[in-house]
């Protein structure tokens, strides 16, 4: 197999011109909602899929994390006699953290993917030059509807996973370390202030602008047939992946400086 | 012999009325610093049918797409139906593209709609058409490739022929002036391929519709070149032998990124050029 070496200077431009290209798809997303035509059918269809479709992984792996969060805090909890915070320590743990992360990673596993490999499969079979051959904007037609439904459902699976994840915590704290039921959720829900819930509620915002952009990214540049589909696939999962994480740290730490810990 | 009263009738209207639909101006391109399109300049006059060969990325395809503004030149200017195309902004482009139409190669049918609603796609998303006259015209265009029967039917379940058909009738139902086929009969069998030749030559004669044809098949052409639609009959017809110069049909021949014939058949097979000739040989 050849391989072809790339000057260094090449390859920045290359990197420069990819972030370019993946912000000019943003803002003409985010710019699309603001001006029409509007495709509420579509939007309507892809929070369908985005959102009903990804409802099964988002409440088991919610219900998971949340009770292996509870197995690994219990065990230190009480060591120190202090089981009766575990409920606390899930719930701030899910809300803050884990529940929008896990969902996060979980949405965009399996649409960013999505998106990349159907707009891909439509950029290498000409659908897309048709579509513009035809009148019709495909950052309007395709790219917004997907951006929109995926930022609104994400939010909603969030506070479901959030939700199934305490539920899970509850189930194993009293499964393994024999704690109240009831203790466990007046400590889960008292312990949330509204910073937890605001700073827990804004990263699906960003979370589902970064699944929807990158996959449509990613889709919209395919090249080189079906084997360009599948880099394209693989490259939106990893990079949205990589970007939620980066993207999560940076949140924490400025809604942490604004609201303190 | 008198020659087809459409071919003479069509002859003189291009005679009187020499319009340009389609001008290409020193137009250059390159994709990743490889130039693929070298300042070429070519014309299609209205009415007429432009046959463009060349060996395989050799920049056929990419000339339709620049006519389309699909693609931007470069350098060059490049002007369809009066409207210089390298100055257009995207939403402008999208007004004269409903003037424009193009028949992708592999048929870019949208697979997830059925043949009804590919074929109304741009009336759908136009939004200003009733469902009645959408259904009307759908019909109007699937007679025309005569697959009224398909409408219900999703591109996976025809045959690549029949694709191609239903991306000839979505292109033409908004009576575009200018057709880009982008290898229509390419991968077909020969009698799928005449069929397809046969609606390309009923567009040219029936309906004037000027037209950029990229093929890879000079018997493709050739039928074009020597024949006719009749409309009394409803098929295409050779031409008689003394109407063949008539015909609004040309060649144009590219190589190295530069185009190296652009004529008729009768130049053609005058040319003394011995890469064309063993091309056409």
């Known amino acids: ?261 | 012999m008198v020659a087809p009263p459409v071919i003479a009738e069509q002859a003189a209207a291009i005679q009187s009325d020499r319009v340009v639909t389609v001008d290409f101006e020193d137009v250059s391109i390159a994709f990743e610093d490889q130039l693929v399109l070298d300042s070429i300049s070519f014309r299609l006059e209205r009415g007429a049918t432009k046959a463009i060969f060349g060996v395989a990325g050799s920049g056929k395809s990419t000339i339709l797409k620049l006519a389309l503004g699909l693609l931007r030149p470069d350098s060059g200017r490049i002007v369809v139906l009066g409207e210089d195309v390298t100055a257009m902004t995207e939403d402008r482009l999208f007004e004269l593209r409903r003037r424009v139409g193009i028949v992708f190669q592999e048929s870019a049918l949208f697979d997830s709609l059925t043949v009804r609603e590919n074929v109304a796609f741009r009336l759908i998303e136009e939004g200003h058409t009733s469902e009645e006259e959408i259904e009307e015209r759908v019909r109007e265009a699937l007679s025309f490739v005569e697959l009224e029967h398909t409408m219900d039917l999703y591109p996976s379940q025809l045959s690549g022929g029949m694709r191609r058909r239903v991306a000839i009738a979505r292109t033409i139902i908004t009576h575009p002036e200018v057709l880009l086929y982008d290898s229509p009969t390419g991968g077909l069998d020969p009698v799928t391929s005449n069929t397809i030749i046969e609606l390309v030559v009923k567009q040219r004669d029936l309906y004037k519709v000027s037209s950029l044809l990229v093929t890879h098949r000079l018997q493709d052409a050739f039928t074009m070149a020597t024949h006719y639609f009749d409309r009394a009959e409803n098929k295409m017809k050779p031409l008689p032998p003394h109407a063949r110069t008539e015909v609004p049909f040309s060649f144009l021949i590219l190589r190295d990124g530069h185009v190296i014939f652009d004529g008729d058949l009768k130049e053609l097979r005058e040319t003394r050029d011995e890469y064309i000739r063993e091309y056409i040989s």
């Open chain 1, 1 to 261: 197999m050849d391989i072809e070496l790339v000057s260094p200077s090449d390859w920045a431009k290359q990197q420069i011109k990819a972030v370019q290209d993946y912000a000019l798809v943003g803002a003409r997303a985010v710019a699309n909602v603001f001006t029409g035509p509007r495709y509420f059918a579509d939007i309507i269809q892809q929070a369908d899929l985005i959102g009903v479709g990804s409802l099964p992984i988002v409440v088991l792996t919610g219900f998971f994390t949340g009770g292996a969060l509870a197995q690994n805090s219990g065990v230190t909890l009480q060591r120190f006699g202090s089981l009766n915070l575990i409920g606390q320590l899930v719930s701030l743990g899910m809300v803050r953290e884990l529940g929008p992360v896990i969902t996060g990673l979980m949405v965009a596993g399996r649409n960013a993917s999505g998106m990349a490999s159907e707009l891909g499969s439509m950029v290498v079979t000409e659908q897309i030059d048709a579509m513009r051959a035809l009148g019709t904007d495909p950052m309007k037609k395709l790219v917004t509807p997907r951006m929109v439904s995926t930022v609104f459902m994400l939010f909603f699976l969030t506070i479901i996973s959030d939700a199934f994840g305490i539920f899970g915590g509850g189930v194993a704290s009293a499964l393994f370390f024999g704690v109240n039921m009831h203790q466990y959720w007046s400590s889960a829900w008292q312990i949330l202030q509204h910073q937890d819930v605001i700073m827990g509620l804004l990263k699906p915002l960003f979370f589902g602008f970064i699944i929807s952009s990158i996959g449509c990214y990613y889709g919209m540049s395919a090249r080189g047939g079906t084997q360009g589909v599948g880099r394209a696939t693989t490259q939106a999962v990893v990079a949205s992946s990589i970007l939620i994480i980066t993207v999560d740290f940076f949140i924490t730490r400025v809604s942490m400086s604004i609201f303190g810990s």
